[in-house]
């Protein structure tokens, strides 16, 4: 079903009858017709079976099996990566237009399948309808802006000045070769077909590994690359342990790129591989945030209120982007605590394939249990001001589901401040003036979003000027920070949130996968 309405991160809501009734069809087909499947790795235009399996569950009730995976080895990632080194100066020297039109079908095709692949993302990572829908619409954008980047540069081969009648110079961009993706679990198709993407309509060869939590989104990604008729070798899909498959990406020779989007200290790791070797190599790598809000005391505070909410506590707070600091003037900071306190409570946390829930689950057992943690960590050192409970009676038994958490009282020092969460954690606190928020939203080592709410101009633009992040947002009710859209909003890092920044649907992107080649003919 194509979709008459436009979803995106930032749509508060879908009161539509038409769509939600086809996603109800699109669940129920889900539930009844494609779990259970096995499914493949993808090595040189075969689908490749190993020996041993890896069997998935659903996190909103572990009783649903939702795929049989395959658990592959190192062998098959050095077979992934030497089709796609086979297969690069073929690709390469496709004409690029032949490439967007590849991509446009895809696109396409993610399109008219999207509440299917919606349903399926439901069931696997525990995020709301509009999460879901919302990631599958993105992700067929971020096909259509990269496709529209290339035509729009020509290629990206460029006429340059001349020092004589007798001579063309050109600038040409051109690719690198063989390009490991390597995707997480909190958004398993829009964070994998994106880079997978750039890499290919550049003119790179993939080899793709996506999360282990999310090995049936991983492969449906995998099958619209698979089927799109491009030339053996030149994508590839691998599945398996990242001590093992993942380790092989990063430590291949033959590798000439990465994209890595996922935790901090495995992100370094790459970032020191490419530096590894007899030359660097490029690598686009984000690792997270731990994303500040400041709020003025000029701000409109049911704006606020209702984007640091969704931004917070939307996907359960498995969002890089997720907002999980907030720094408030003294003079509003009571008023604020309790409007935020309300809407919080009046959030539904529950089954994700209903209509009106806003929490799903979190993604695994680990995740549940790292809650627990930061919670009696939140209650010993400091205050809970809300939530804070795992919720297991009823529907709640079978599933790992959590109420979204309000914390404050803590140093600023404080694990539970300066570490990446990724949980419905948010900590609040009171500070006297702007000048000490920013400071505090500053003293991180990330530097990946960040909002702030006030409705005085002269404000709005100091906090562009001093906040050190990559993709920042001023009084966004959609989102404080939170909700990037390929061709609206660029998604970069600063500091250890990325290098090169994240790479995603920005003006900057394409290039970050291909080197300059000067020409000059006489």
């Avoid at 087909?29 to 190993?50: C, H, N, Q, W």
């Avoid at 984007?307 to 999980?324: E, M, N």
């Amino acid at each position: 079903m194509a979709l008459k309405m436009k979803i995106t991160y930032a749509t508060l809501s879908a009161d539509n009858e038409e769509l939600q009734s086809a996603f109800d069809d699109a669940i129920a087909k889900v539930r009844t017709s494609l779990l259970g499947v096995e499914v493949p790795m993808f090595i040189d235009g075969e689908k490749v079976y190993a020996d041993e399996k890896t069997i998935t569950y659903s996190p909103i009730d572990t009783r649903i099996h939702l795929c049989t995976a395959q658990k592959g080895t190192r062998e098959h990632a050095r077979a992934a990566v030497a089709a796609a080194r086979r297969a690069f100066k073929g690709w390469a020297a496709t004409p690029w237009q032949e490439r967007v039109a590849i991509m446009r079908r895809i696109a396409e095709r993610i399109s008219e399948n999207s509440l299917e692949l919606a349903a399926i993302m439901i069931l696997e990572v525990g995020k709301s309808r509009l999460e879901a829908l919302g990631e599958v619409e993105e992700t067929a954008d971020l096909l259509r802006y990269y496709a529209n980047a290339m035509e729009q540069n020509n290629g990206y081969i460029r006429e340059m000045g001349k020092l004589s009648e007798n001579e063309v110079n050109l600038s040409v961009l051109k690719p690198y070769g063989v390009w490991a993706v390597i995707s997480p679990f909190n958004f398993p198709m829009a964070l994998s077909a994106a880079p997978i993407c750039a890499a290919l309509i550049t003119g790179n060869t993939v080899v793709f590994k996506g999360a282990s939590s999310t090995l049936y989104t991983g492969w449906k990604t995998a099958e619209l690359f698979a089927e799109a008729g491009l030339p053996d070798g030149v994508f590839n899909y691998v599945s398996g342990p990242g001590r093992t498959v993942g380790q092989e990406l990063q430590d291949n020779p033959d590798i000439a790129g990465w994209t890595f989007t996922g935790s901090y200290e495995v992100g370094m790791q790459v970032a020191r591989n490419a530096l590894n070797g007899p030359y660097p190599k490029p690598a686009i790598i984000e690792m997270g945030g731990k994303n500040p809000t400041i709020v003025s005391r000029h701000a409109d505070l049911d704006k606020a209120v209702t984007g640091i909410v969704r931004s917070a506590f939307g996907l359960d707070g498995q969002k890089c982007s997720a907002c999980s600091r907030v720094y408030v003037e003294e003079p509003i900071y009571d008023r604020f605590l309790q409007m935020l306190i309300e809407r919080t409570a009046a959030l539904k946390v529950g089954d994700p394939t209903e209509r009106d829930t806003f929490m799903g689950t979190v993604i695994d057992k680990g995740a549940y249990e790292d809650y627990q943690r930061y919670i009696e960590m939140a209650r010993r050192d400091g205050q809970v001001l809300y939530g804070g409970n795992t919720l297991t009676e009823g529907e709640f038994s079978r599933g790992y589901y959590v109420q979204p958490a309000i914390i404050t009282g803590l140093p600023e020092d404080h694990e539970l401040v300066k570490k990446e969460l990724f949980l419905p954690i948010l900590y609040v606190a009171k500070v006297k003036d702007l000048e000490e928020g920013m400071a505090k939203a500053n003293d991180t080592i990330y530097g990946l979003t960040a909002g702030f709410f006030s409705e005085d101009p002269q404000e709005v633009q100091w906090f562009f000027d001093n906040i050190e992040a990559g993709t920042t947002y001023a009084n966004r009710k959609g989102g404080a920070t939170t909700g990037a859209w390929p061709g609206v909003q660029a998604f970069g890092g600063w500091k250890g949130s990325g290098m090169s920044g994240k790479g995603v649907g920005g003006f900057y992107t394409l290039p970050l996968y291909m080197h300059e080649q000067s020409q000059t003919i006489h």
